[in-house]
């Protein structure tokens, strides 16, 4: 009993460490992602048009960078270079890349082609880590109720790096557009980067995968070319645009609405800090779930849980406290919402390989990430192109159409992702049992010993036969 509760710790410390990098990735990436449309209409001048075409280039970059880090990731790892090396190799670059996002209003670099350059590296040497980092999942375990505990560790460091946000680079952000200060903007994106190459640097030393490491014929097989034709990648791409587009959408739009729209600029911290509060609550109550529960039915719980909360919202607007309960209620089903896909994604991983006979790992991982963060640039430049076509002009008040689309951005987009995502993921059966038949198929075919586990197989998925 002993031996067996020291090989439970020494396991969970490893998808704690593994998991310890959502935190410098979120720090940065959410930081610029929730901040850097602000800062280019608020802190530097530009019109919300020009913003908005810089969003777009952002969305044409992550639909190579991720591509190209993928194929980076796979000749790297026929050259015998894993997840791991990647990650502690690709942290400085990305680190000072974002450090000179947040330097860029106190350098006064204002030309549009400096502004896309920028970003474009920061993206670019972002994708670098991510790719590997979230590949690295599918080998850090092959238990599905495992893979589901995993994903609650990574949204634990994840919100963590949240409320940083909340409670530093956004009032940083509105400060400086209001007194035009912006040093200390700047020293805290030194210091935010420098938090990140250390997470990252110390999970490649400690995340350890518990899986050995696939032989190279396995490593030969991946590729970028994944079976985009297959209903489990179909659904994944529609998850994957819900959740990049359309959930976060209330965050990107949440300065704007405190500003112009319930005209409490103050209320806005407060409100990212109940968010994330929301989504600590959440860690909790969706890990303990996944033990029971399917990923794919805790993650249409979530988006119920967020449309829900989303219309008593609406309804809530000018009522502070009200307001708080239900962004607090609103974190706890986001938690599901942005943590369950990496878990099935990490099964679908396995299901295509039983399916199709080749092991497409860092391939899904960077189709999955490419349809994530081009969706979420795509979602930037459409607040940056609404806010333009209603008429919004920075620091002064606003018309009704403005408010309005504001509103439908901040509050009716995501609602209408998250019906939509309810639906898809109801019909996505991947359960806990079906899973481990399928490895334990594989197990047959590969000649690998792995726990086969009694189950009724999903619709969705055939019931792998004996090879």
Not at 22 to 47: H, M, Q, W, Y
Not at 195 to 217: E, Q, Y
Not at 334 to 356: C, K, N
Not at 399 to 421: Q, R, W
Request: hydrophobic share 55%.
């Amino acid at each position: 009993m002993s031996t067996y509760r020291s090989h439970w710790r020494f396991r969970e410390l490893r998808f704690v460490a593994y998991s310890a990098a959502n935190f410098g990735k979120n720090l940065v990436f959410s930081g610029a992602d929730l901040t850097f449309l602000f800062i280019l209409t608020e802190l530097l001048g530009l019109p919300a048009g020009r913003a908005a075409s810089l969003m777009l280039a952002a969305l044409a970059g992550d639909l190579v960078f991720d591509l190209l880090a993928a194929k980076l990731v796979i000749a790297l790892r026929q050259r015998g270079r894993g997840y791991r090396w990647l990650l502690a190799t690709g942290a400085l670059p990305c680190g000072i890349a974002f450090a000179l996002v947040y330097s860029l209003p106190s350098l006064h670099m204002l030309g549009t082609w400096v502004l896309a350059l920028t970003l474009m590296v920061f993206r670019g040497a972002y994708a670098v880590i991510d790719v590997p980092h979230n590949a690295l999942m599918a080998q850090v375990t092959l238990d599905s109720s495992a893979r589901g505990r995993v994903s609650g560790y990574r949204r634990f460091f994840s919100t963590a790096a949240s409320l940083c946000v909340a409670m530093i680079l956004t009032p940083l952000v509105q400060a400086a557009a209001h007194t035009h200060e912006f040093s200390a903007l700047s020293a805290t994106g030194i210091c935010a980067g420098a938090a990140f190459v250390a997470t990252m640097i110390g999970s490649a030393l400690l995340s350890l995968p518990l899986t050995p490491s696939p032989p190279p014929h396995v490593v030969r097989g991946d590729g970028i070319a994944v079976p985009l034709g297959d209903p489990l990648l179909i659904a994944m791409a529609a998850i994957g645009v819900l959740s990049g587009f359309a959930v976060p959408a209330f965050e990107r739009m949440l300065l704007y609405l405190g500003t112009y729209v319930f005209e409490a600029p103050a209320q806005v911290p407060r409100l990212l800090f109940a968010l994330s509060v929301g989504q600590f609550a959440g860690v909790f109550l969706w890990t303990s779930l996944t033990r029971w529960i399917g990923n794919p039915r805790l993650l249409a719980l979530g988006h119920a849980m967020c449309a829900i909360c989303l219309a008593m919202l609406y309804f809530s607007l000018g009522s502070n406290w009200a307001m708080m309960i239900c962004v607090l209620l609103l974190g706890i089903g986001q938690t599901s919402v942005f943590m369950l896909p990496w878990g099935i994604l990490a099964d679908v991983v396995d299901m295509i390989e039983w399916r199709h006979r080749r092991r497409y790992e860092a391939g899904i991982f960077a189709f999955y990430l490419v349809i994530v963060k081009a969706s979420g640039a795509a979602c930037s430049a459409l607040v940056g192109f609404a806010l333009e076509w209603s008429g919004y002009a920075p620091q002064v008040a606003q018309n009704d159409t403005t408010k309005a689309a504001m509103l439908g951005l901040g509050l009716g987009l995501p609602l209408t992702g998250s019906l939509i995502a309810i639906a898809i993921a109801s019909r996505l059966r991947i359960d806990h049992a079906t899973h481990a038949r399928v490895i334990s198929a594989l197990g047959r075919r590969n000649g690998a010993a792995r726990t086969l586990w009694p189950s009724a197989i999903s619709p969705l998925v055939p019931s792998p036969s004996p090879d």
